[in-house]
């Protein structure tokens, strides 16, 4: 059932066109990945759905009776009460019996008929209105969220920017609606949050609408992609790597298209300067009218082409000893609580170090000591550091970036022999363009203010880098441009992040911090995750599910029934086991084999498309673009094909 109806939509901002002729829909069950640079205008998109902005031309339409849950970048939740009671705002009955409940509460304690009367009511009426169930379900969701039990009973005024981002994604997804608009919804997440919204949101019955930058979360998330443009909506049936890949191609085939339709253009124009007089004067007014109701094939916007002209490169710096630090019995703890001690982490030229582990267990304070950032009456331990070092520290709250001075001063506080022109220059090559170098600091977004701090970080030689979440606010090329970067780097890296495709691609190394205990793993991201997986999760899926297949036969083994009987069942039980396993691989080995005939047809099909793509139209360029879009939804439908016969042949 469809929920949500987008039409034709448009929207600007003093007279210029952000977007226009955004169409899509989204129906229960249906997850979409909404992507595209920074400003081009995804946030504002969301804010048209959810009616907080009015569209200037279009449509967005919610089916009646939708329920809609919005998370916002903003994190607007409200400041009063407890941590519970915000949790379960989405239900206003629940809410007021338990105000009501916790109110008779504190009057019974007087002993009063009258008040413990009140009180055996008002809990009856939180009872009836399902209170102990929903604070069950929001105490669940809490704890995925990091909220330990007693922190339900804090303010929430005591709560930081980041537990409040987690506390209002924990609202939204405790109302469980129809249709689910996230905006960023791991920005302060851990990896072991993200991996549980992951399957929460894999299971989940109603339709969502994703905004991110983490390419493993909508990887493991949407299988659909939306891709917003200025002049419209691109919409893949395919994940979000898969989508990169049949982007590529889709504009590649489009520009060749467009190309080759300016050609004959220019050639029939030419033809029709030189015989609109002469004695083939006919032939070339008969071509001016085929010109005019021409349909003209624009070359194909790219969104990301200006998003890629970031330059993250590291001015040369001098080499640094084979060892770069050696640190003995680090021990730091934070308001009386330890996060770790005994840590000896030797660090060697050239190594890109990965620091992971859950919020707040103090890899920031970590990379901090690391870099002799530490506080000296909380912090034990040493760090000698190697010769030669050119050290550059990124802060992860931006601190090194002053909201008072313009981006050219910023720049001009590092490099003083620049000039205005210079400092422009150089601000170019980090997407800052036009006046926007002169713009005050504290008007720049998230994604502005980060690749400031780069900018400013990559100014002096570095041979030792200490970044603290570097990716947070860039966007996808932002981010895969700075990978480039660092694995192209020649000193030493050492990093904490949560985005696990970012981590991949750079890491050597990885130091997880977790329950007041520190681990060096000699290996990558993709290694380290691998081998900290539950044991029972490296078993093939069938044996797993096997394993926990019948739930009450364990209960029976222990009862007094004679031995042959409990043998007897459990041969049953292996039995109808192996059956069901057969039945599915049989299943699974028919859907591979007409998977491989669709594709072989698919793959004739598309040759021969592609061939007549190439052959000349004659003029007729409306039958061109219909057999170019039939090719595009061809290739796209192989794709998802390919993809499905993929996963069933490696027996997923």
């Known amino acids: 059932m469809t929920v949500l109806q987008v039409a034709d939509l448009r929207f600007g901002y003093a007279g210029d066109t952000l977007f226009e002729s955004v169409t899509f829909s989204l129906a229960l069950g249906e997850r979409a990945a909404l992507v595209a640079p920074n400003g ?119 709560l930081s920017g980041g537990e409040r981002g987690r506390l209002h994604l924990g609202v939204v997804l405790a109302q469980q609606p129809d249709l689910l608009l996230l905006d960023e919804p791991t920005n302060h997440l851990d990896l072991d949050t993200i991996a549980w919204l992951e399957g929460w949101l894999r299971g989940y019955r109603g339709a969502v609408l994703v905004v991110s930058h983490d390419r493993a979360f909508l ?135 990965g620091v992971v582990g859950p919020n707040g267990a103090g890899k920031s304070t970590l990379l901090k000591l690391l870099a002799g950032r530490g506080d000296p009456a909380l912090d034990k331990g040493s760090v000698r550091r190697g010769t030669n070092l050119q050290e550059g520290y990124f802060d992860q709250h931006l601190g090194e970036v002053d909201p008072k001075r313009t981006a050219v001063e910023e720049v001009r506080r590092v490099r003083g022999d620049f000039t205005v022109e210079a400092a422009r220059q150089y601000l170019a090559r980090f997407r800052f363009w036009g006046d926007d170098p002169l713009r005050v600091v504290a008007g720049f977004s998230g994604g502005e203010r980060s690749r400031l701090a780069l900018a400013k970080l990559l100014l002096e030689p570095r041979n030792l880098l200490f970044l603290d979440e570097p990716t947070n606010h860039l966007d996808i090329p932002a981010a895969e441009i700075l990978e480039e970067a660092l694995v192209g780097f020649e000193g030493t890296v050492i ?70 009987a409990i043998d007897e069942a459990a041969r049953r039980r292996q039995h109808e086991a192996q059956k ?54 061809v290739a796209r439908k192989v794709d998802v094909m390919m993809a499905e016969w993929a996963k069933l042949s490696a027996g997923a």
């Open 40 to 158: 081009a205008g995804k946030s504002t998109l969301l804010r048209l759905i959810g009616k907080e902005l009015e569209p200037d031309g279009g449509t967005a339409v919610i089916k009646k009776d939708t329920t809609v849950g919005y998370y916002r970048q903003s994190h607007e939740v409200a400041a009063e009460g407890d941590v519970l009671s915000a949790f379960m705002s989405g239900f206003r009955d629940v809410v007021e019996a338990r105000e009501a409940l916790v109110a008779a509460q504190h009057e019974a304690a007087s002993g009063d008929a009258r008040a413990l009367e009140r009180l055996a009511h008002a809990t009856e009426r939180y009872h009836v209105a399902g209170g102990d169930a929903l604070e069950h379900k929001v105490a669940a969701i809490a704890a995925k969220l990091g909220f330990e039990p007693v922190d339900l009973a804090r303010p929430v005024a005591s």
């Open 219 to 353: 990887d493991a998330v949407c299988p659909s992609t939306l891709e917003l443009g200025s002049k419209g909506l691109r919409v893949y049936p395919l994940r979000y790597s898969e989508y990169a890949v049949a982007r590529a191609e889709d504009l590649e085939r489009e520009r060749a298209l467009a190309e080759r339709q300016q050609a004959f253009v220019d050639k029939t124009e030419d033809f029709i300067r030189r015989n609109i007089a002469g004695q083939k004067t006919k032939q070339a007014q008969s071509r001016r009218k085929m010109l005019d109701k021409l349909d003209r094939f624009e070359r194909p916007e790219d969104v990301w082409a200006l998003a890629e002209r970031v330059s993250f490169r590291f001015a040369p710096a001098a080499r640094s000893g084979d060892i770069v630090l050696d640190a003995k019995g680090l021990e730091a703890s934070r308001g009386g609580r330890p996060l770790f001690a005994g840590v000896d982490l030797l660090v060697r030229r050239g190594e890109r170090i």
């Open 495 to 564: 990093l904490v992040s949560h985005d696990r495709r970012f981590l991949d691609t750079v890491t050597t190394r990885i130091v997880s911090v977790r329950d007041a205990k520190v681990d060096v793993f000699p290996g990558g991201f993709s290694d380290w995750a691998s081998s900290t997986k539950p044991r029972d999760e490296r078993k093939p899926r069938d044996e797993r599910r096997e394993k926990k297949a019948p739930n009450a036969e364990p209960a029976k083994a222990k009862s007094n029934a004679p031995p042959a």
């Open 580 to 633: 069901s396993k057969a039945r599915d691989r049989e299943k699974r080995e028919r859907r591979v084999k007409e998977l491989e005939e669709l594709i072989a047809a698919g793959e004739k099909q598309l040759e021969a498309m592609r061939a007549k793509l190439k052959e000349d139209p004659g003029g007729d360029w409306a039958k061109l673009a219909e057999l170019a879009a039939e090719e595009q939804a």
